[in-house]
């Protein structure tokens, strides 16, 4: 595992999605959701490829975009035993912020 203070300084979200998208989805085992799941869709593979798409307008966003890329509940374990280094989650995070910050009415509202 990374120690998350030497991780590298250098990836902006747009390069760290790139990355993600090209990889063989090397940190898919690290991750309860897609384990779960049993779905490449939820992997941080498949998260990561989808927010790269509709960031480069290849895929329109809507409420089941939105729901896919909400499917990540933040445990970081993907960024921990990335072998790129890339920070993984925060980047998934920064993009679904992106895009709510873009849309506001795909923002998913929780129960009360």
């Given at each position: 595992?990374?120690d998350?203070?030497?991780?590298?300084?250098?990836?902006?979200?747009?390069?760290?999605?790139?990355?993600?998208?090209?990889?063989?989805?090397?940190?898919?085992?690290?991750?309860?959701?897609?384990?779960?799941?049993?779905?490449?869709?939820?992997?941080?593979?498949?998260?990561?490829?989808?927010?790269?798409?509709?960031?480069k307008?290849?895929?329109?966003?809507?409420?089941?975009?939105?729901?896919?890329?909400?499917?990540?509940?933040?445990?970081?374990?993907?960024?921990?035993?990335?072998?790129?280094?890339?920070?993984?989650?925060?980047?998934?995070?920064?993009?679904?912020?992106?895009?709510?910050?873009?849309?506001?009415?795909?923002?998913l509202?929780?129960?009360?």
């Amino acid at each position: 595992m990374v120690d998350q203070a030497t991780r590298h300084p250098g990836y902006g979200t747009d390069e760290a999605l790139e990355l993600c998208t090209y990889c063989p989805s090397l940190c898919h085992h690290a991750c309860p959701v897609a384990t779960a799941e049993a779905s490449d869709t939820v992997s941080p593979w498949g998260m990561q490829s989808l927010a790269r798409h509709v960031r480069k307008g290849k895929v329109t966003a809507d409420a089941d975009i939105m729901r896919t890329l909400q499917a990540c509940n933040g445990c970081g374990a993907c960024t921990n035993v990335c072998q790129l280094e890339v920070p993984v989650m925060e980047s998934l995070v920064a993009s679904r912020a992106d895009l709510v910050k873009a849309q506001p009415e795909l923002a998913l509202k929780l129960p009360a």
